[in-house]
């Protein structure tokens, strides 16, 4: 595990790590729903991950909190999106926030915002699971990520360098509001995925 660190503009530090684990798969399967961050850190993580895929040649997407990935495999998808509307019915909006920034050799996690698990986050991804039957589903780590792919260390370093005063914006140690949720057919590489249907949160 490689340890960087990176400050903040009002000296705060985020604690950054590249950790050695070797999953280069570039293509999943089934059905996601995704959390939508409000505002600033919408627009400043979309345009950290479009400044990526130029220079880095990446994929482009949308910046997302994944709750629950790749379910649905072998079910219809008209009722998918009837578990998915019972399940967000009644959400109220999120609060989230970031708590540091982080690397792995992974093709999905290649440099990505670790999301603080809250109470209210933990049980919307416990009644995700037992809403579209991933009740098997031992850990979930939220973040956002910000890049896609296959990258050396030296070249993380290099990207990490590169958005750094992006990532020292104030906007990444404040609370932030999720106002929609996304179910995404995530079926395959990422100019694969489409949208199925936004529900927004009130309230």
Known sequence: MINLTIFDSLGNIYKTSIYRVSLNMNKTTGYSIWLIPDGGVYKLTSKIILDIARKDHAPKFKPHITLLGEFGKEKNEKDIIKSFRDLVHNQKTLTLNFESVNC????????FLKVGKTKELLNFHRKAKQALGMKNIKSYMPHLSLVYGNFSKNSKEKIISS???????????KEFPIDKILLMKTQGTVSQWRKIVTFPLRG
């Open 104 to 111: 792995e050799n992974f093709y999905f996690r290649a440099l």
């Open 163 to 173: 958005t750094s005063k992006d990532l020292s914006s104030e906007i990444f140690i």
